[in-house]
């Protein structure tokens, strides 16, 4: 399968070619970045063009952009304000966070690049009818965005009550919207299940999130080679062969403060992972 990495493992400090060249130095060819002010600031053109030349003269590819989840460098602690939640009941408010994903998706224009990963609502968010029809109304606008920049996006499976996968199965059925999906693993295994979740997002899943927990915590652990995991690689990995060869696995890691070189242990999963069957 191709391999992929998110720049989630560094999401605290700032991207750096410094980083992009260590990255592609150890055998990463496709990269997810993720969208936090703190580590790409979407606002800063002079970063974004910097990126951009490197990425111009390097064989390394953008994959994906995580799509933004604050406004703000310091994940949402200025204050409510701060949250992006493109399915806000209220107008005003959805419609400042439907303007801050643009500005995210304008980095396209520097840095090509093929997917959003868009979330569905807030952490534990509540369903209601009338966030549906909110999801409806920032897509149908986000999507049309996106499009004329070459960008797809596609919903990611989080841990909320409008973004379990026969959630967002029930959003594109009721707004006929045709957006595709980011699987994660991790949030599946602390929703429904890793399998169940599969196989209702499998004809949609155009892109991954791998990590592991415990099935409660988001702890975004190394699989295989992180304690306290426990999703089932064999079996995971055996669902995740059956995914079309141009979806990558997407490692989308938290930093370990202690953990002495992580992009050779992330080559280490990847191995580890590739290697794993079902005895």
């Known amino acids: 399968m191709l391999h992929a990495l998110s720049t989630h493992l560094f999401v605290n400090h700032r991207l750096t070619t410094s980083f992009l060249d260590r990255a592609w130095e150890s055998?990463?060819?496709?990269?997810?970045?993720?969208?936090?002010?703190?580590?790409?600031?979407?606002?800063?053109?002079?970063?974004?063009?910097?990126?951009?030349?490197?990425?111009?003269?390097?064989?390394?590819?953008?994959?994906s952009l995580h799509s933004p989840m604050f406004s703000d460098d310091c994940w949402g602690r200025t204050g409510p304000a701060s949250v992006i939640n493109i399915?806000?009941?209220?107008?005003?408010?959805?419609?400042?966070?439907?303007?801050?994903?643009?500005?995210?998706?304008?980095?396209?224009?520097?840095?090509?690049?093929?997917?959003?990963?868009?979330?569905?609502?807030?952490?534990?968010?509540?369903?209601?009818?009338?966030?549906?029809?909110?999801?409806?109304s920032s897509l149908e606008e986000l999507n049309v965005f996106a499009k004329q920049r070459g960008v797809d996006i596609l919903l990611e499976n989080t841990p909320n009550h409008l973004s379990s996968s026969d959630r967002l199965l029930l959003l594109l059925s009721e707004t006929h919207l045709t957006n595709n999906f980011c699987f994660d693993i991790g949030h599946a295994h602390m929703m429904e299940g890793v399998a169940a979740a599969f196989e209702r997002m499998k004809s949609r899943i155009r892109s991954t999130h791998i990590h592991d927990n415990d099935g409660k915590d988001d702890s975004h652990l190394f699989p295989l080679r992180s304690t306290g995991g426990s999703i089932d690689w064999p079996k995971a990995m055996e669902l995740l062969r059956t995914i079309p060869a141009a979806c990558p696995l997407v490692l989308e890691l938290r930093e370990v403060p202690d953990m002495e070189s992580p992009l050779a242990v992330v080559q280490e999963v990847f191995e580890k992972l590739e290697n794993l069957s079902l005895v």
């Open 87 to 136: 399915l806000d009941t209220d107008k005003m408010r959805r419609k400042s966070s439907v303007e801050e994903v643009k500005r995210a998706l304008e980095i396209s224009e520097t840095v090509p690049f093929r997917y959003l990963i868009q979330h569905i609502g807030v952490w534990e968010e509540e369903y209601s009818d009338h966030k549906l029809e909110a999801a409806f």
């Open 27 to 63: 055998g990463i060819p496709l990269l997810e970045i993720f969208c936090a002010r703190q580590h790409i600031d979407y606002r800063n053109q002079a970063q974004i063009n910097e990126l951009g030349h490197w990425f111009r003269d390097s064989k390394m590819k953008m994959h």
